[in-house]
C-alpha cells in the first residue's frame, strides 16, 4: 500500500472505512509520505483511526493530525533515507503527548509547542486519543546552525510559543479556505518561528524574529478586541505594553487605525454573508464603528462598495 503526497497541494488522508487490519499499515504510509520517515506502533487492542489534513503556505507545511494512540519515533537508518532536512513543531490542540529528543522530553497539553529536528532520532508518544497541528520547514528557509539547544522544549502560556501557535492555528484555516494569499504570510510566518526556536534555545532572536513576536501579539489583540470603539493608540499600546513609538514601529505600514479598520471591515463582511438579516447599524456597532454613518464610510473607502450594495452582491 503506497501513499504519494503532492507537498504543494491540499490534501487529506483518512483510515475510515477500511479493515481493521490495513487501518494502521495505511497510517504508517501516511505519515512517512506527510512528514519524513518513520516506524509506529498502535497502543493497545482497540481499533485505530486516523486522520490527516496537508495544507501548503508557500514552503511551509501545515497539517493537522487527529487519531488514536500510537508512538512514533525517527531512526538512523530512516535518517539516511530522506534528503531534505525539516525542523518541526508540534502544536498541542487537543488530548496530550510527548515530545523525545536530544535527552529531553517536552509534554503537550493544549496551547503547547515543542520543536523537534528531522536529522536526529526523536520519538512521539500519545497514550490517547489526540490532535495536533504539526508545522514543518525546510530548514534551508530558517538559517539555524544548531538545534540540539531547542528541541523537546515545552513552549506554552507566557512565551513565544503562545503566539506562534495562535498564529499557525489561523494560518491553517485561512489557508485551507485561500491558500494562495496566504502565501504572503510566509516571511511573517518564518520570523516567528526563528523567534520561537530562538526562545526554546536560551538566545537571543534577532531583530526581524523579534519584531514578528511583537507584531503578532498586538495583532492578536486587536483581533481580541476590534469592537471596543475607544481603542486607539494609547490603549493598545498600553495593553501591549510598548511604547505608542514602538507601536507604530511594529506595526508598520499605513499605521494602526489602518490596521483595526481592517480588521473590522473584514468581519463586517463576514457578518454580512452569515447573518443577512441583521440590521446595518447593529452589525456597524458590533464591528466597533462608533456610527452607521462612519460605517458606510469606511467600508465603501475599503471595498468599492456600500454594506447594503454589498450584501445584494452576495
Given at each position: 500500500?503506497?501513499v504519494?503526497l503532492?507537498?504543494?497541494?491540499?490534501?487529506?488522508f483518512?483510515?475510515?472505512?477500511?479493515?481493521v487490519?490495513?487501518?494502521?499499515?495505511?497510517?504508517?504510509e501516511v505519515?512517512?509520505a506527510t512528514?519524513?520517515r518513520?516506524?509506529?506502533?498502535?497502543?493497545?487492542?482497540?481499533?485505530?483511526?486516523?486522520?490527516?489534513v496537508h495544507?501548503?503556505?508557500g514552503?511551509?507545511?501545515?497539517?493537522?493530525?487527529r487519531?488514536?494512540?500510537?508512538?512514533?519515533?525517527r531512526?538512523?537508518?530512516?535518517?539516511g533515507?530522506d534528503?531534505?532536512?525539516?525542523?518541526l513543531?508540534?502544536?498541542?490542540?487537543?488530548?496530550?503527548?510527548?515530545?523525545?529528543?536530544?535527552?529531553?522530553?517536552?509534554?503537550?497539553?493544549?496551547?503547547?509547542?515543542?520543536?523537534?529536528?528531522?536529522?536526529?532520532?526523536?520519538?512521539?508518544?500519545?497514550?490517547?486519543?489526540?490532535?495536533?497541528?504539526v508545522?514543518?520547514?525546510?530548514?534551508r528557509?530558517l538559517?539555524?546552525r544548531d538545534?540540539?539547544q531547542?528541541?523537546?522544549r515545552?513552549?506554552?502560556?507566557?512565551?513565544?510559543?503562545?503566539?506562534?501557535?495562535?498564529?499557525?492555528?489561523?494560518?491553517?484555516?485561512?489557508a485551507?479556505v485561500?491558500?494562495?494569499?496566504?502565501a504572503v504570510?510566509?516571511?511573517?510566518?518564518?520570523g516567528?518561528?526563528?523567534?520561537?526556536?530562538?526562545f526554546?534555545?536560551?538566545?537571543?532572536?534577532?531583530?526581524y524574529?523579534?519584531?514578528?513576536?511583537?507584531r503578532q501579539r498586538?495583532m492578536d489583540?486587536?483581533?481580541?478586541n476590534?469592537?471596543?470603539?475607544?481603542?486607539?493608540?494609547?490603549?493598545?499600546?498600553?495593553a501591549?505594553?510598548?511604547?505608542?513609538?514602538?507601536?507604530?514601529?511594529?506595526?508598520?505600514g499605513?499605521?494602526?487605525?489602518?490596521?483595526?479598520?481592517?480588521?473590522r471591515?473584514?468581519?463586517?463582511?463576514a457578518?454580512?454573508?452569515?447573518?443577512?438579516?441583521?440590521?446595518?447599524?447593529s452589525?456597524?456597532?458590533a464591528?466597533?464603528?462608533?456610527?452607521?454613518?462612519?460605517f458606510h464610510?469606511?467600508?465603501?473607502d475599503?471595498?468599492?462598495?456600500?454594506?447594503g450594495?454589498?450584501?445584494?452582491?452576495?
Open positions: 500500500m503506497s504519494i503532492d507537498r504543494r497541494s491540499y490534501a487529506e483518512s483510515t475510515r472505512g477500511l479493515p487490519g490495513d487501518a494502521f499499515p495505511y497510517w504508517r505519515i512517512c512528514f519524513v518513520l516506524a509506529a506502533e498502535p497502543v493497545g487492542d482497540g481499533g485505530f483511526t486516523g486522520k490527516i495544507v501548503p503556505v514552503d511551509i507545511e501545515l497539517s493537522t493530525v487519531a488514536t494512540s500510537q508512538h512514533v519515533w531512526t538512523r537508518s530512516l535518517i533515507r534528503s531534505e532536512e525539516y525542523l513543531a508540534s502544536i498541542q490542540l487537543d488530548g496530550r503527548g510527548r515530545v523525545e529528543q536530544d535527552g529531553r522530553t517536552a509534554v503537550l497539553t493544549a496551547g503547547d509547542m515543542a520543536f523537534y529536528d528531522s536529522v536526529r532520532p526523536y520519538s512521539l508518544h500519545f497514550d490517547d486519543m489526540f490532535h495536533q497541528l508545522v514543518q520547514v525546510p530548514k528557509e538559517l539555524l538545534t540540539r531547542l528541541t523537546a515545552t513552549l506554552g502560556g507566557g512565551t513565544p510559543g503562545a503566539v506562534v501557535s495562535a498564529f499557525f492555528t489561523s494560518l491553517r484555516e485561512v485551507t485561500a491558500g494562495a494569499q496566504s504570510l510566509v516571511p511573517h510566518a518564518i516567528l518561528i526563528v523567534a520561537a526556536a530562538s526554546a534555545a536560551g538566545t537571543e532572536p534577532g531583530p524574529a523579534a519584531n514578528a513576536v511583537e498586538v489583540f486587536l483581533h481580541r476590534f469592537a471596543d470603539s475607544r481603542l486607539d493608540a494609547t490603549v493598545i499600546a498600553r501591549c505594553n510598548v511604547s505608542r513609538r514602538s507601536l507604530y514601529r511594529i506595526v508598520g499605513d499605521g494602526i487605525a489602518a490596521q483595526l479598520r481592517r480588521i471591515i473584514e468581519r463586517a463582511k457578518m454580512l454573508a452569515h447573518d443577512p438579516g441583521r440590521p446595518i447599524g452589525l456597524a456597532a464591528c466597533g464603528f462608533e456610527s452607521e454613518s462612519g464610510r469606511a467600508f465603501r475599503v471595498t468599492g462598495q456600500t454594506p450594495g454589498y450584501r445584494e452582491a452576495l
